[in-house]
Each structure stands twice: as C-alpha cells, then as structure tokens.
C-alpha cells in the first residue's frame, strides 16, 4: 500500500537531480532526443551521462565496426562486440543502464544520412558530433541545426586533448539558479510591509512598551526598515549610499542593541551591505528588454520574448522595479511574526504576479493568440527570476570557420606559449589534416609511425595557414606553444584515452543537460582541456 504524499519510485529513482533542476527540468530531459554522431568513447561516455539521469530516448549514428582498439578505450563495448557494429553494440549496452530510456542505432556514415534524409535531424533535441568528422560534413550539420535552434556539440578527443564547441543560434535562461533571489525592498517597501513597520518596530527604542524578548525577536528586515526612517529624517530623505554611510549606518544599529546577545540585529548588520543597494535592472536583463525580440512581438514569438515583454512593461508602470520574488531568509524571530512577515512579501509577489500576468494575455490576445496558452506557472518562475535571466546568441560554425573565430581572442594569447589556445589551433589543423581530399579513409596525424614528421610538418602548415587567413601577425617565438600542441596531438595518433574520455563525457553531458532544462548557465562556444597540466579555459571564437 502506497502511503498518501510519500515519494514516487520515479522521485525517489531521481531524488537528487529533482533538487537541482525540479520537475520541469525532468520532465524537459525525458521529452528529449539525443543523436551522437560516432560512438566514440567520448561519445558513449557523454550519453552514459544522459542515459543515467534520464533522456527521453536516444539514436546513435554510426557505420564503424568494433575493434580491439575500440575495447581499449569504450567501456561501453565488449569481447563479444568484436567484428559488429559499434553503433548497435554502445546502443545495446547504454540502455542497460536504465530501461526506462530508450535508444536507437543506425549503422550508417552521418554523411549518407545527410545525402539521404536530411530532413530527419529535425527529430532531435541535440546532436552531438564526436570522432574524425570531416569539416565540410560539420559545416553541412551546421547549416541545418543552427537554424532550427538545435543544439549541436562537436566534441574532439585527442590523447591528452579536448575541445567541445557548442553552436547554438539563441538561447534564454530564466532560472541560472544565483546563490539568492531575495529582494527586500528596502529602499522601495510597499505600503503592507511599511504597515507591520509602523506595528511591531515603531517602539523598537521604548523600553516601557516591548520587552528584551520582544526587542530580540523583532525580524531583522524591521529592524533595518525602523532604523532606515530614522536615518531618512536625518538625512534629506536619502538612504545610506556609500561605503562610509553604510558603516555608519550600522553603527547606528549596534546602538539600539539593548544587550550584546541580541541576534536579530547582529543579522540586520550583515545583511546593509549586500541588501543596501538603490533598485536597478541588471544589465542582462536590460539587455533582453532592449532586443528587438522584445520590443517588437510577432505572432511567432516564443513565450520567453512574450513574458520578457511582459515584465518590461511592468517595470516601466512601477518605478522602474521588477516583479517582487517573494522570497524571504531565514531569521532570528518569533514564528508568528516570521510567518506574518513572509505572508506579506508572498501576497506582494501574487499581486505582481497577477499584473504580469494580465499583460501577457493581452499581448497573446494583440497577437492573435490563445490568451491563455502560456501557463501561470511559466510567468511566475520569470517573475522570480527576471533580475537573472540571461540569453546566449551564439556563433554558427561557419561565421568561426567560413568569415573567421574572433581573431582578438587568438592573438591575445599567442604569446603565452601555455596558453590553451594552442590546442584549439592544434584541433583546428587535425580537422583540416583529416578532411584533406587526398586523406580519404581519413587516417588521422601520427597514426603511422613513418609518417609522424610529415605528419607534424603539414598540422603546422595548416596552423600558419590559418594564421594569415586571420591576419594574425605569428613568428616561430609565438608559435612555440602551438608546436608542442601539435607534438601531443600527431604523438596520440588519434586515439583516446579512456580517462580523458570520462572527463570529456562529463563536462558535455553537464552542458548538455544546461541547454536542455534551461537551466544554469551553458558554455559559450568553446572550451579546451589539457589533461597533461589539468587546466581549462572557455573561448568565444
């Protein structure tokens, strides 16, 4: 018999996620889609990260058969696996992890696919591109995902080397999951709040009207707003405003102690720096204010531009303030006047709830849409984050590849020989080695003894090629750190190691499951990771 209100077997299956990412953020996984490109050992270590928290259902492309250097590397192949197709035999082993994710194989080239059904990428939520892919095959996935919105992670694993590129055209975030959201409204309280001031903490300083048990569970939120007026009547009406006022700010709330053991106001004091703050729109937030997404609503818009519009035009009717999130900290106080003080900022944040709200079924209603088909539910979650929301506008593959990467972001770290940039040119010119007309099996640098010195000769070709394609002024001193990248790289012949294979697989589900949920904040463009010196950097090319 199931006890009324216990956990489900799927909540207590997924307990810690939920507490990450909630039941919206499950529910956005398991509708999901993913195709990996090449079953890679990246790419089998990336989905095992996707398959155990639970995708909706996966599809592996791949026409290679599994060889004893396979079994050396994937984990997610066996003896028994020699000789049969890799994509079937990762698919069949991937969904024994968990039977509720389902997973499909197509023992196939993805550039047959692309010849053939093109049309069939649009099936999926995100495509991950791992092994030796050729850039023109990139380039064609780009030119049909970036323009859906479709995610695609090209995920390159080297010996000690790794590099994922995240093209992705537009992507908002709503919850980024700050460390807080609460908002006090100190300098702006509203009539309610300024009401239960004038009840509780007006006699805050009359020892003949509270009592020490009284005065030492006063929540600290009054305690400031009390001590505030009393500081606005001193002051022209202004709140403290620089770091010397604060201080002396809290000074004057140590006064008003009427023993050292008095918590709240210990509490009151830490919270005037991070809470004494005049009301402003973050810049990101602005930003999204000010697109022309925003500004200009279309009978296509997505309900995020909606509801952004919603919100901006709520700001601009209320002083410039966002919708309050209600949220309150814990405190030192007496249940009662806890409960009755988180009451009022929750009833605050229903009414502004409920003018955002009534904005967006009129802006729905203008556009010629369902009032009603965006959810209360999305409004409100908006509505508590909107001093956080942030939008990623990426770079397609070929603005990097075809028009150039931000040149800036490779010339300011050339001349530091450790920079990680240097794999990322090292990357760059095993891609083109391995997409040379003349490599048509696609042998990747130093996978023949024999050939290892040419093989160096010509990545550093590509490299300098690269360079004055960009303009970028190089020199045998500034190139250094690139030689030793390539040295690595021609030295690992194309092959994976299976523990960087496992960090690779971790970081690209980690961002991978970011761009899902919308949630968190992804990766933009491109990270590099250097097993040898542990080290990692994010570079927007």
Known sequence: MSIPGAPTAKEKKYDRQLRLWGAGGQE???????LLINATAAGSETLKNLVLPGIGRFTIIDDAAVTDEDLGTNFFLDDDSIGLPRAQKACELLCELNPEVQGNFINDTIQNVL?????????????????????????????????????????????FTMSCRLVISEHPMVETHPASTVDLRLFNPFPELSALVDEKA???????????????????????????????????????????QKNEFKSLLRSKMWNADEENFEEAIAAVLPHFNAPSIPSETRAIFQDEKCTSLTKESTSFWIIARAIKEFSEKNGGLL????????????????????????????ADLAIV??????????????????????????????????????????????????????????????????????????????????????????????????????????????????SITHSPELLEGTEKA????????????????????????????????????????????????????????
């Open 323 to 350: 919708p309050l999130p209600g949220a309150l900290p814990d405190m030192k106080a007496e249940s009662k006047d806890y409960i009755t003080l988180q009451n009022i900022y929750k009833s605050k944040a229903r």
């Open 115 to 159: 010849k053939s059904n093109p049309e069939k990428l649009k099936d999926f939520t995100t495509v991950i591109a791992t092994g030796d892919i050729p850039t023109a095959t990139l380039l064609s996935l780009d030119s049909i995902l970036y323009p859906l919105g479709i995610p695609l992670f090209i995920v390159k694993c080297v010996g």
């Open 357 to 470: 709200v009534n904005i967006v079924r009129s802006l729905l209603a203008e556009l010629g849409r369902d009032s009603e088909e965006i959810a209360e539910s999305e409004v409100e979650t908006f509505c508590k984050h909107a001093g956080y929301a942030k939008l990623i506008r990426g770079r397609s593959l070929s603005e990097e590849y075809e028009k150039s990467p931000r040149a800036q972001a490779i010339s300011s770290d050339l001349s530091d020989s450790t920079a990680l940039i240097h794999y990322y040119l090292g990357l760059r010119a095993y891609e083109a080695f391995i997409s040379d007309d003349n490599n048509t099996q696609h042998i990747a640098p130093g996978a023949e003894d024999s050939t290892v010195d040419a093989d160096t000769e010509k990545l550093n070709k590509h490299v300098t090629e690269l360079l004055d394609k960009l």
């Open 28 to 34: 956005a996984l398991e509708t999901a889609h993913i």
């Open 486 to 541: 390539i040295g690595e790289i021609v030295r690992a012949g194309g092959g994976e190691l299976h523990n960087i294979a496992s960090l690779a697989g971790g970081i690209v589900a980690q961002e991978i499951i970011k761009v899902i949920t919308k949630q968190y904040i992804p990766m933009n463009n491109t990270v590099i990771f250097d097993g040898i010196s542990s080290r990692t950097h994010v570079y927007q090319l």
């Open 202 to 244: 007006s006699s805050m300083d009359d020892k003949s009207k509270m009592t020490d048990h009284q005065h030492g569970h006063l929540p600290y939120v009054l305690v400031l707003l009390q001590t505030l007026n009393e500081w606005k009547s001193t002051h022209d009406g202004q709140p403290p405003s620089n770091y010397s």
